[in-house]
């Protein structure tokens, strides 16, 4: 059982997280379609995770605390996905290779198990991405 894993990263739109866009971006629903990342279960059992067990994703600009859930989608050993939105943006890195867009897909993550967290909300990641959130004080 590793302790991590790298993974390649993929996010796109998902029919959860559409569905759930349009009762808010702050609703539980919202919430629950989107702060998780779908892994293949070879790679849940490398890491020894429990179903619905909080992660830390970590990018080469950034990291999140989700839960890691079983693919809904077909997976591949060593790929994982995160629905886009706010979640995933605090890992998908700046890069656009002149194209204006964002590097969504295709780059390494790191995956661990955390303990003692807990994920935060979009509003959190949000305020938190500008210096704004002021709930943790």
């Known amino acids: 059982m590793a302790n991590r894993i790298t993974l390649n990263m993929i996010t796109q739109r998902s029919i959860e997280e559409g569905v759930a866009m349009e009762k808010g971006k702050t609703t539980p629903e919202y919430f629950e379609a989107c702060s998780i990342i779908e892994m293949h279960d070879d790679d849940v059992r490398a ?65 661990e198990p955390v303990n003692g967290e807990r994920r935060k909300s979009a509003l959190e990641l949000v305020q938190g991405a500008v210096g704004l959130w002021r709930g943790d004080q």
């Open 47 to 111: 890491l020894g995770l429990v179903p619905n067990q909080l992660v830390r994703v970590t990018s080469e600009c950034g990291s999140v605390v989700v839960k890691a859930v079983r693919g809904r989608q077909s997976l591949y050993p060593g790929l994982a996905f995160i629905p886009q939105g706010v979640w995933a943006n605090q890992v998908v890195p700046p890069r656009t290779q002149a194209t204006g867009e964002p590097q969504y897909s295709g780059f390494p993550v790191t995956v």
